[in-house]
C-alpha cells in the first residue's frame, strides 16, 4: 500500500469516489440498444474490474474505520459490521463478512488482495479464499502455506 498525493483540489479519496459515482450515474441513461457488441463486452467486462478494485478500496477503509472504532463512537452503531450491513442495505451478516474480507486483505492475505486489484479475482472468489484460509487447522505453518 501506498499513500498518494493529490494535486488537483477536492481530489481527496472521498472526492474521487464521488467523481466516478457522478460518472457511473450518467451512464443510466445510456441507450445500450444502441451500442456495438464490443461495447457492450467492454462495460460488462470493465464494470467486473471496477467491482474488484472497489472491494479493495473498500477493505482499506473499512479496516482503518474498525481501527478508530468509527461506527461505535460517532456513529453510534453497534459495530462496524452493523454500520456497513445498514448503510448498504445488505442481508443480516453480510457486513461483518465485508470486514472480516477487509482485515483478511489488509493481513495475511496480501496476495489474495494484490488478485482482487488487478481484477484477476472478484469479491466473492476472495470471500472463497479467506474462508478457506479460515478453515485450515490452527498451525501457523498449516495457515502460511495455506496463504501462499
Known amino acids: 500500500m501506498s499513500i498518494h498525493r493529490h494535486d488537483a483540489p477536492g481530489a481527496t479519496p472521498a472526492g474521487v469516489v464521488a467523481e466516478l459515482?457522478?460518472?457511473?450515474?450518467?451512464?443510466?441513461?445510456?441507450?445500450?440498444?444502441?451500442?456495438s457488441d464490443d461495447t457492450l463486452v467492454e462495460v460488462v467486462e470493465g464494470l467486473q474490474s471496477l467491482a474488484s478494485a472497489a472491494a479493495v478500496v473498500e477493505a482499506?477503509?473499512?479496516?482503518?474505520?474498525?481501527?478508530?472504532?468509527?461506527a461505535r463512537e460517532r456513529l453510534h452503531f453497534g459495530s462496524t459490521g452493523d454500520?456497513?450491513?445498514?448503510?448498504?442495505?445488505?442481508?443480516?451478516?453480510?457486513g461483518k463478512r465485508r470486514l472480516a474480507r477487509a482485515k483478511a486483505?489488509?493481513?495475511?492475505?496480501?496476495?489474495?488482495?494484490?488478485?482482487?486489484?488487478?481484477?484477476?479475482?472478484?469479491?466473492?472468489?476472495?470471500?472463497?479464499?479467506?474462508?478457506?484460509?479460515?478453515?485450515?487447522?490452527?498451525?501457523?505453518w498449516t495457515r502460511w502455506r495455506g496463504r501462499n
Do not use: I, N, Y
Open 21 to 35: 459515482v457522478d460518472r457511473l450515474r450518467e451512464l443510466g441513461e445510456v441507450l445500450w440498444s444502441a451500442q
Open 60 to 70: 482499506g477503509a473499512l479496516v482503518e474505520a474498525e481501527a478508530r472504532d468509527l
Open 83 to 94: 454500520w456497513v450491513t445498514h448503510m448498504a442495505g445488505l442481508r443480516k451478516g453480510e
Open 105 to 140: 486483505l489488509s493481513g495475511p492475505l496480501g496476495r489474495t488482495r494484490e488478485a482482487l486489484l488487478a481484477g484477476a479475482l472478484s469479491p466473492g472468489q476472495a470471500d472463497l479464499v479467506v474462508d478457506a484460509v479460515e478453515a485450515l487447522p490452527g498451525g501457523e
